[in-house]
């Protein structure tokens, strides 16, 4: 069953932090890229970062720095921690994993992130 289930959204004030998690079942995660996409109202869908299986990642411009994403391959889990978080990083916040072809083919739910100013 293919399943991802995001965790550890909520409100926060600006400057402040929260850390996602991703729990992933095993068919999806293990040999997988995986990812964090954000969408806030009225805009597009966009890739926060990424982490191969092999543990490289990758950034948006807007987050580097701030963000750090990590995986704990004996869990199935991906965590995106968030500092110096701002205001337009409010969005609902997508926990992703890759296919065989290489892009992001699965998505959780969604959690909501509100940073207030």
């Known amino acids: 069953q293919v399943q991802l289930v995001e965790s550890g959204g909520g409100l926060v004030q600006a400057g402040g932090s929260l850390r996602l998690s991703c729990a992933a079942s095993l068919r999806i995660f293990s040999g997988n890229a995986m990812g964090w996409h954000r969408q806030a109202p009225g805009k597009q869908r966009e890739l926060v970062a990424g982490?191969?299986?092999?543990?490289?990642?990758n950034y948006a411009d807007s987050v580097k720095g701030r963000f750090t994403i990590s995986r704990d391959n004996a869990k199935n889990t991906v965590y995106l921690q968030m500092n110096s978080l701002k205001p337009e990083d409010t969005a609902v916040y997508y926990c992703?994993?890759?296919?065989?072809?290489?892009?992001?083919?699965?998505w959780g739910q969604g959690t909501q992130v509100t940073v207030s100013s």
């Open positions: 992703s994993a890759s296919g065989s072809s290489g892009s992001y083919k699965y």
């Open positions: 982490i191969s299986s092999g543990g490289l990642t």
